[in-house]
C-alpha cells in the first residue's frame, strides 16, 4: 500500500532560519505530492503540490521538488517567519480514478521563535 | 473561491449517542471523501463516495458509520453510537476529476 514518512518534530527555528522538512514516499502507481499545512486550531490548506516527477510546487516562499528517483517531496523555505509556526503535513494521492484517497504522513510540527 | 463548509465547528456529545456531521461540497465536484485526526495525530482516511454509493472504506469505518448525500448539496456523516474513542476532528473533503482535493475547515467531535 502507500505511505508517507516525514521527519518526527517538533522543529524550533529562529526567525529568517533556512527549513527543510523532509518526506519520501511509497507508491504502487504515479502519485500526485502535496504538502498541507493546519495553523493552531484550523483546518488543513493546501500549500502546494506537483503531479509528475520533476515538477517544483511552490508558493508563499515554499517549494518542494518531486524526486522520483529518491521518492521524496522535500519542504524548504529559505527565510522562515514566526507566522509560518503550523504542523506541515506531507500527503499523496494516486493518480489512477478520481476517487483516490489522500495519505498523509504524521505530520513535522514547525515553531519558528523570534 | 468556492470552499468546503463543515457544520457544526465544535460539537459535544455524550457516549452512546449519535452524530451526524454535515459537509457542503463545491458543487461541481463529483467525489467526496471523510477523514479524521484525532488530537495531535496524523489524519486518516474513513471513507470515499463517488455516484451515491461508498467507493472505499478503511477498517475504521466499521458498522457504526454511515455516510449519505440526501440531497444536491449536503454529505453527512453519521456515527449511530458514539464512543469516547471517536473524539477527534472530522474533516471533509471533495474534488473534482483532478487529484486535488479541497478540504473543509473540519468538526472537533467531543464525547464525554
Known amino acids: 500500500g502507500n505511505s508517507v514518512t516525514q521527519m518526527e518534530g517538533p522543529v524550533t527555528l529562529s526567525e529568517e532560519a533556512f527549513l527543510t522538512i523532509n518526506c519520501t514516499y511509497t507508491?504502487?502507481?504515479?502519485?500526485?505530492l502535496f504538502w498541507y499545512v493546519q495553523y493552531p486550531g484550523e483546518g488543513l490548506q493546501l500549500l502546494l503540490k506537483?503531479?509528475?516527477?520533476?515538477d517544483k510546487g511552490s508558493n508563499k516562499g515554499f517549494e518542494a521538488t518531486y524526486r522520483k528517483e529518491t521518492t521524496s517531496f522535500h519542504l524548504e523555505k529559505g527565510s522562515v517567519q514566526v507566522s509560518d509556526s503550523a504542523v506541515y503535513f506531507c500527503?499523496?494521492?494516486?493518480?489512477?480514478?478520481?476517487?483516490?484517497?489522500?495519505?498523509f504522513g504524521t505530520g513535522t510540527k514547525l515553531q519558528v521563535i523570534p | 473561491e468556492p470552499e468546503v463548509t463543515q457544520t457544526p465547528s465544535h460539537q459535544v456529545t455524550q457516549m452512546g449517542q449519535e452524530v451526524i456531521l454535515r459537509c457542503v461540497p463545491i458543487?461541481?465536484?463529483?467525489?467526496f471523501y471523510w477523514y479524521r485526526q484525532i488530537l495531535g495525530q496524523k489524519v486518516e482516511f474513513l471513507v470515499s463516495?463517488?455516484?451515491?454509493?461508498?467507493?472505499?472504506k478503511s477498517e475504521i469505518f466499521d458498522d457504526q458509520f454511515s455516510v449519505e448525500r440526501p440531497d444536491g448539496s449536503n454529505f453527512t456523516l453519521k456515527i449511530r453510537s458514539t464512543k469516547l474513542e471517536d473524539s477527534a476532528m472530522y474533516f471533509c473533503?471533495?474534488?473534482?476529476?483532478?487529484?486535488?482535493?479541497?478540504f473543509g475547515p473540519g468538526t472537533r467531535l467531543t464525547v464525554t
Open positions: 500527503a499523496l494521492k494516486e493518480n489512477s480514478g478520481g476517487y483516490q484517497k489522500v495519505t
Open positions: 473533503a471533495s474534488s473534482p476529476t483532478t487529484p486535488t482535493d479541497d
Open positions: 507508491a504502487t502507481g504515479y502519485p500526485s
Open positions: 463516495f463517488y455516484n451515491n454509493e461508498i467507493s472505499e
Open positions: 458543487s461541481n465536484h463529483l467525489y
Open positions: 506537483a503531479t509528475k516527477a520533476d
